[in-house]
């Protein structure tokens, strides 16, 4: 019978202290802050492209197709095709200055060059943010999925 009454005694403490702790939790919830929200740095950054001059958006066009010509030049060997390259971005400085900007005016995407298999080459281009969460410190985003979301601003 003794431990009958133990086992209430220790029943009654475990949900009295499982409430307890429930309810710390929650009021811990309720009082951190509120973390930024998804893709507010990514949102803003896709404004700021957006918001930027014609002439920058005609370099940046200009700069990664120049890049990728470039790069499908080298990887063929192509002397001509990576000098008709190279007038591509001269081509597209030259626009910019005309227009009163210089290169570091207009935000420009990251450009690589990436190694295939077989001695062929592949190109990636970006951009490199702030991270708005987690323990990454930054996020890539692709330049394909940029200006999609720039054209439609």
Known sequence: MQTLCLSAKFSRFLTRAALAVGVALLAGCAAAPSAPEKGSNRQAFVEQLSSDPQACQNYREAYVR????????????????????????????????????????????????????????????????????????????????????????
């Open 66 to 153: 120049g890049f990728q010509q470039n790069v499908s030049a080298l990887a063929q060997g192509d002397e001509a095709g990576q000098a008709e390259a190279e007038l591509v971005l001269t081509g597209a400085r030259d626009r910019l200055l005309a227009a009163g900007l210089s290169e570091p005016d207009c935000a420009r995407p990251y450009c690589i060059i990436e190694p295939l298999q077989e001695g062929k080459l592949d190109t990636w281009c970006g951009y490199r943010l702030d991270a708005d969460r987690g323990e990454e410190l930054y996020q890539w985003l692709d330049w394909e999925t940029v200006q999609a979301e720039v054209q439609r601003q």
